[in-house]
């Protein structure tokens, strides 16, 4: 009788080894994990603490308002050249140098009321609300910055404070803007003025010497927000103009005088405005002599198209001194008579070669 032994075969491997030996592995396996996601969490933890670091730091060095200072400061030096390299406004007249130096008179007591920054964790974007004087008189505003990518990014200003100026004239290409020589728009013509760029501040327009017209300086605050504000440059007529033109009328009466004719016409464009009808039957004249006697008085009217004309305010006078006769075979009998004709000038003025010129 053969007895089978309980133990089993000694070549197969004890369940309670396997099972042992299978829960030590996954044990070892998670304190690998475990220590897998401590160093990921510590790296992390170090990324973040960097980036906050380096956000600090940002934040430390570039200020949402240290550009709007700065700008302020430029103006206040009336430094145009600075005010460029601070990149608001290009290739402006204004800021080319110098062009601050005069006639221009810069905000002051600036105060930064509020920073205001937005954009996520980055925060990329930042409104600084700001109040100023300008000439006395209190104004607001809000400015927007932006920075961009990278580790450590200064502020830029995204719109300049400041407003444009649309510079309206019938009579001036361009006018003194402070000290900028900025071009003009004739009114209601096409294409529609842009204007020029004025950070803000009380500005003094005047406009170039010119014989025929003058204007009188103004004075225009751009403050810094607001819709285009448009300028009507204010144009009288200059008031050495009229003697001119009273110079050249009294020539041309004088060279009219010169003949000798009733209806005397002289070898220019203008017209002798004065003639002579006699009333009575006088067939045969002779002697015909002009003498003024009374110059008119004139005034220069400005239109509202800009043209200047010429108006008489009061009348002058040409006498006429002359013979005549019936009588037509010598030896004739001569009768000397004389006449008066009241005189009036109209026309208008235009400028020829820097000269002004009576268009009659």
Not at 21 to 35: N, Y
Not at 48 to 67: F, K, N, S
Not at 164 to 173: A, G, K
Not at 284 to 293: N, Q
């Amino acid at each position: 009788m053969i007895v089978l032994d309980s133990v089993g075969d000694p070549n197969e491997p004890d369940p309670d080894a396997v099972a042992a030996a299978t829960m030590a592995r996954l044990a070892a396996g998670r304190r690998q994990l475990r220590i897998r996601i401590l160093v990921a969490g510590i790296v992390t933890i170090g990324l973040v603490g960097a980036a906050a670091r380096a956000l600090t730091v940002e934040d430390l060095i570039y200020q949402p308002d240290t550009p709007v200072r700065d700008l302020f400061a430029a103006l206040a030096d009336r430094d145009a050249s600075r005010l460029a390299d601070l990149g608001p406004c290009g290739l402006n007249p204004l800021c080319q140098p110098g062009a601050l130096a005069s006639g221009y008179e810069p905000p002051t007591d600036l105060h930064i009321n509020s920073v205001t920054t937005t954009g996520g964790l980055r925060q990329n974007r930042a409104t600084v609300a700001i109040s100023y004087q300008i000439a006395g008189t209190p104004q607001t505003a809000i400015i927007t910055l932006e920075r961009g990518t990278g580790l450590l990014r200064p502020w830029q200003i995204v719109d300049p404070p400041g407003q444009h100026l649309d510079i309206r004239s019938q009579h001036f290409s361009s006018v003194q803007l402070a000290g900028a020589q900025v071009p003009t728009a004739v009114p209601d013509r096409l294409p529609a003025s842009v204007g020029v760029w004025a950070p803000p501040g009380r500005y003094t327009v005047t406009a170039p010497a010119d014989p025929l017209y003058v204007a009188s300086p103004i004075q225009i605050i751009a403050s810094a927000a607001g819709d285009m504000q448009t300028i009507t440059v204010p144009v009288t007529v200059q008031p050495d103009a009229v003697n001119e033109i009273t110079r050249q009328v009294r020539a041309q009466l004088d060279a009219c005088a010169a003949i000798a004719s009733f209806d005397p016409q002289v070898d220019t464009p203008l017209s002798c405005p004065f003639d002579y009808t006699p009333t009575d039957y006088q067939p045969f004249i002779d002697s015909v002599r002009w003498t003024i006697t009374r110059y008119p008085e004139v005034r220069l009217d400005l239109a509202a198209d800009g043209a200047v004309t010429v108006h008489t305010t009061s009348p002058g006078q040409a006498q006429v001194t002359y013979r005549w006769t019936t009588d037509i075979i010598e030896p004739r009998q001569w009768t000397t008579a004389t006449g008066r004709t009241d005189i009036t000038v109209s026309g208008g003025v235009t400028e020829k070669d820097a000269e002004l010129v009576w268009t009659g």
